[in-house]
């Protein structure tokens, strides 16, 4: 069971005391973790070359996820933690952390406006969900990172009065902004109460918005340039139109167009498993290569939210491959033609301890070796005449 | 942000400085000269929008689909404003070993090809660069007085020192300061912002294989160069360096994508640099762009005809025209004025316009002493045990650098071998050149299907194993500053079709620079031994009886076997106006201000008196941000209340009152 599903079936309050701490933050990792599967889905089901405004909007909000996984682990890391990628979800569909069981399961789905009011439901705002007298449980990621917020003010204000802290984590292994890049926000040390509040500000702020607006805080936190947050953006593909710079929470979006076309996905069976492959080689081959991807890139996150922060730029090429890799599943038809007629194949995320262990021996000879790359088939660019070049 | 604006709407208005260009020399004057607060104008000749994401992705595409991915191949026609490119070029056809036949924007008289391309349009040849930015090195800037061949330079290495600096910051520069410095480019305390982009596999293997080994320079007298390979530095985004000085003390941060928010990635190894990196990683001058304060315009599609005359020896601004559809040449003609104009037009544009105007060139030199780098490409296959994994990674990423210095010059031409990463790609059109090959396409001699061909499986598995031991040398050879390469103009036969005067370009390589590359072919050869790898270069005569373009045959003292050697341009056009401190034999002065004009500059590699064996985008910016704070002096001087009447007139005024 995943710490995030033994919180969620508690009552909604703050941690009381560090080793509570500790395990919101370990359910923290595992939330954030949660939508990086479903969010890889919608994206890279998208047929390439198609849908360039979603894929960019997709794309952004699963970097953001990442970054928001990886302040979760330094978060945990700041105050004596380690993540423990093997209570991660094991597999698909599976189920959001909140209170509410009439909430439907969160299902690999690909591009489509299905699988888009699953990411709404995931970033779905504090202030819209529909205030229940009779609700007292989990209800949004940002009331669920509120909690956090106030424990950790809480503990640190009592750690003071004793003297003491509850950021005794050694600075060395935060994961700082290095090796983590590429979309609105920037990886940072968590080392004292400032940072940690900053770290749980950008996390809220980039799901669901800044101060109930549509905008998120990049611009004041990064000195970038700000976009609407995850939810919005998510809300621009939905109905077809970009928002606007004075539209507000609540209102549709009415700025430009935003072309959209939902026939150019693969589309996917919601509960494929590897196991369904397993009569087509090929297929199967494809699958599992890729869940062992999968696992090893969430090894490697274990190591370096153990003491090796540096290592996380070896998840770069991980993260190529499981992008080459699942466009190269989608691209083939379900070879269940009866059963699952005008389907894809899909990658299915299945993570079990025998994949994992393989995982972690892989990732260790991976991080003793020194950084030679072995001899393997070339795989080409589509590079060709170059009568000149230019430097 | 960058404040676009249209021809129409400038016309007849006045600027304190109008920059002709928008590449890396044009926007780094022209952003200096705006946080400065100076009111700026920029006429870009080209076309504008890469500098949104949309349009960024549409020059991606347009690369994608490109049969011959040249340079120049991500960027669509203009027949405007038309760039030279490379496919203009042609061999001369079997029993014509040097000849050549040449189309589109240059005119070539020869005697040999000039195969080097820019780039008319935002961004300018900075769109389609590699990104190599390595240091010319400090004997590189007075050849004349130490190997007696070319010109010196009225400045040196040291002098730049602080402009290299700014040029590597602003650039977005990835490099290895303590090897740079042990190679004798950087000072002891210098730091690039950025750390070394990774070498390749190849890289390690060639350090293996390589390091330490000697190689015998039979033209530079039988000297023994000691082999070291070295990374190079890149324009590129890469893991910031947490050693590099920042004013605020805070960490460089690598610049993201323009256009689009919160991207622009670091080199993930696309291998498309040339001529377009998908994610941005790779610097370009829109960077510059986005850095534009409110008081700096940019007019795209307006090419500028003329530099006008102002009273006495000084210019008064620009007329230029504006056209809408790059489709058709049909255009209207403004002028715009200022107090300080800048030509930044790349080297043979600003010869031209220069000749056009008649300016500047009272010393006769302008359009003289054309410069580019001369490149032997080598190519080799490793043993079937010892793949180099080609095609990933920047272009090149190290080279072997010892044949670049010392007396060795004397006798030849140095040179600088750069390890490609690209396989046979330039040299052959590898990787599809393999596949076609292997397939056996276009049958064998009698039309028949070639019992050869290859399919399925037993293709891809000898593609992998071939395309993984594909080895190639890209030798960039220094061409000194010859008179006798230049570029002319006649108005009144060759016009574009807008009616500017198109470039006439007279080219040849001196004896010093074939003896060079002489040499860099028998080192290939020898560095290709030390490798364990098979030479399958291949320069004379072709299947068809045609000789590869930019052939010609060489020896360097009669006594030496003669060979077939064949060059190719790097894009690198240099000379033209070239600097120093006598006006009667260079065009600009160490400012790059024109002797014949106080208030006209030009800027770029044009004014370099030479080009080392070093790309020269570095050294130009350098130069370029030298200019700017001139041009922040001279205006700044200019806006100085003056004390026009003299003591007595001052008398009469208190008088008056």
Redesign the interface.
């Known amino acids: 069971m995943t710490t995030m599903y033994d919180l969620a079936a508690k009552e909604y309050r703050p941690p009381k005391d560090l080793p509570e701490l500790k395990t919101y933050l370990q359910a923290a990792v595992e939330i954030e973790h949660l939508t990086i599967p479903v969010y890889m889905s919608g994206l890279y089901s998208i047929v390439p070359?198609t849908n360039?405004y979603a894929c960019?909007v997709i794309r952004?909000v699963l970097l953001e996820e990442m970054l928001h996984m990886t302040l979760a682990g330094n978060l945990l890391n700041a105050v004596g933690g380690t993540p423990d990628m093997g209570k991660l979800t094991p597999g698909y569909p599976a189920r959001l952390p909140f209170g509410d069981a009439s909430l439907p399961p969160i299902a690999l789905q690909h591009f489509s406006p299905g699988a888009l009011e699953t990411f709404l439901l995931i970033e779905r705002p504090h202030s819209f969900v529909p205030s229940n007298p009779d609700e007292t449980g989990w209800t949004s990621i940002g009331q669920f990172y509120e909690a956090i917020r106030r424990g950790i003010v809480t503990l640190e204000e009592a750690a003071r009065g004793t003297g003491q802290t509850i950021f005794t984590g050694d600075p060395a292994e935060q994961v700082g902004?290095?090796?983590f890049?590429?979309?609105?926000?920037e990886t940072f040390r968590i080392t004292d109460l400032k940072s940690a509040l900053l770290a749980i500000e950008v996390i809220s702020e980039q799901g669901e918005g800044a101060q109930d607006s549509i905008w998120d805080s990049?611009d004041k936190i990064f000195g970038?340039?700000?976009?609407v947050a995850h939810y919005f953006r998510f809300n621009e593909i939905v109905t077809g139109r970009s928002y606007g710079p004075h539209d507000l929470p609540r209102t549709q979006p009415s700025g430009p167009l935003v072309d959209v076309t939902w026939q150019d996905a693969y589309p996917i069976d919601p509960g494929a498993k590897s196991a369904h492959f397993a009569p087509y080689p090929e297929i199967h081959r494809a699958v599992e290569d890729f869940n062992d991807t999968y696992a090893r890139l969430l090894v490697l996150f274990e190591r370096v939210f153990d003491g090796k922060p540096r290592e996380m730029?070896k998840a770069?090429p991980l993260m190529?491959e499981l992008r080459d890799l699942a466009q190269r599943i989608y691209r083939n038809p379900h070879p269940d033609t009866a059963g699952k007629p005008g389907l894809h194949a899909s990658p299915t995320f299945e993570l079990d301890d025998s994949r994992l262990r393989r995982a972690r021996e892989h990732i260790t000879d991976l991080l003793a070796a020194p950084?030679?790359?072995p001899?393997?088939?070339?795989?080409?660019?589509?590079?060709?005449?170059?009568?000149?070049?230019?430097? | 942000m960058s404040v676009h604006t249209t021809g129409a709407a400038v016309d007849g208005r006045h600027y304190d400085a109008i920059v002709v260009g928008s590449g890396w020399a044009g926007s780094l004057v022209a952003r200096h000269l705006g946080r400065k607060n100076w009111r700026v104008l920029v006429l870009e000749a080209g076309n504008g929008g890469t500098d949104n994401?949309?349009d960024y992705?549409d020059s991606v595409?347009t690369f994608?689909s490109a049969?011959?991915?040249?340079?120049n191949s991500a960027y669509r026609p203009n027949r405007a404003a038309p760039s030279p490119d490379?496919?203009d070029l042609s061999p001369g056809g079997p029993g014509n070993p040097d000849g050549y036949r040449a189309t589109g924007h240059f005119l070539q008289t020869g005697p040999l090809p000039y195969?080097?391309?820019y780039l008319r349009a935002l961004g300018g040849?900075g769109m389609?660069?590699?990104?190599?930015v390595p240091r010319m090195f400090p004997e590189d800037f007075s050849t004349r007085t130490a190997y007696h061949y070319g010109l010196d330079w009225p400045l040196g290495a040291a002098d730049l020192e602080q402009h290299l600096r700014d040029a590597e910051h602003l650039l977005g520069t990835a490099g290895e300061s303590r090897e740079q410095h042990r190679l004798g480019t950087v000072p002891a305390d210098h730091e690039y912002p950025m750390e070394q982009i990774?070498p390749s596999?190849q890289d390690?293997v060639f350090h293996k294989k390589l390091d330490t080994r000697t190689v015998v320079d039979k033209v530079a007298g039988n000297r023994e160069y000691r082999l070291q390979v070295y990374g190079l530095p890149q324009a590129r985004n890469s893991?910031?360096n947490?050693a590099y000085p920042t004013a605020d003390g805070s960490?460089y941060k690598?610049r993201g994508a323009v256009g689009?928010?919160?991207?622009?990635?670091?080199c993930?190894g696309?291998?498309?640099c040339?001529?377009v990196c998908p994610v941005q990683a790779k610097s370009s001058p829109l960077r510059l762009q986005q850095d534009f304060t409110g008081t700096v315009e940019i007019a795209t599609r307006c090419v500028v005809s003329r530099v006008l005359p102002g009273r006495g020896n000084t210019v008064r601004g620009v007329e230029f025209r504006e056209y809408g559809d790059p489709a058709t040449p049909a255009s209207r003609a403004y002028r715009a004025e200022a107090d300080v104009v800048v030509l930044a037009a790349h080297a043979i544009e600003n010869a031209v316009l220069l000749l056009a105007s008649h300016m500047a060139n009272s010393s006769g030199n302008v359009g003289k002493h054309l410069m580019d780098h001369p490149?032997l490409l080598a190519w080799a296959e490793t043993p079937p045990e010892m793949?180099v994994?080609?095609?990933?990674g920047p272009?090149h990423t190290s080279g072997l650098e010892c044949f670049r210095t010392a007396e060795g010059r004397r006798q030849r031409a140095p040179f600088r071998v750069e390890i490609g990463n690209?396989?046979w790609?330039?040299a052959t059109?590898?990787?599809?050149?393999s596949v076609s090959g292997m397939l056996g396409l276009g049958g064998d001699s009698d039309g028949e299907v070639n019992p050869d061909g290859r399919y399925g499986p037993a293709l891809?598995?000898a593609?992998?194993?071939h395309?993984?031991r594909q080895v190639q040398l890209?030798i960039a050879v220094e061409q000194h500053a010859d008179p006798a390469n230049r570029v002319t103009i006649d108005p009144s036969r060759h016009r574009d079709a807008m009616g500017n005067p198109r470039p006439i370009i007279h080219y040849d390589l001196a004896k010093h620079v074939r003896d060079g590359m002489y040499a860099a072919r028998l080192a290939a050869l020898e560095i290709f031994k030390l490798l364990g790898a098979t030479d399958r270069s291949s320069y004379g005569a072709q299947a068809d009886g045609s000789y590869p373009l930019g052939h010609y045959r060489h020896s360097p003292d009669g006594v030496l076997e003669e060979l077939d050697l064949v060059y190719?341009?790097?894009?690198?056009g240099a000379g033209t106006h070239v600097m120093g401190a006598e006006r009667a034999t260079s065009v600009v002065d160490t400012y790059q201000r024109t002797h014949d004009h106080p208030n006209l500059f030009a800027v770029g590699c044009g004014s370099m008196p030479s080009v080392g064996t070093s790309?020269p985008?570095l050294t130009m910016a350098a130069l370029a941000l030298r200019s700017a704070e001139r041009i922040h002096r001279d205006l700044a001087e200019l806006h100085q209340p003056v004390t026009v009447a003299g003591p007595r007139a001052a008398r009469t005024q208190e008088v008056a009152q």
């Open positions: 070359g360039a960019e952004s902004p290095e090796d890049y590429n979309s609105g926000g990049d970038e340039q700000r976009q730029e770069v190529l950084a030679e790359i001899a393997q088939s070339a795989t080409g660019p589509a590079g060709a005449q170059k009568e000149e070049q230019h430097s | 994401w949309v992705q595409r994608s049969v011959a991915k040249v340079p490379v496919l195969g080097t391309d040849a389609h660069w590699l990104g190599a990774p596999y390690k893991t910031p947490a960490t690598p689009v928010p919160n991207f622009g990635e670091r993930v696309n291998a498309s040339v001529p490149t793949p994994g080609p095609y990933r272009g690209w396989g790609g330039w059109g590898a990787p599809m050149s891809r598995s593609l992998g194993s395309l993984n890209q190719h341009g790097a894009g690198h790309n985008t």
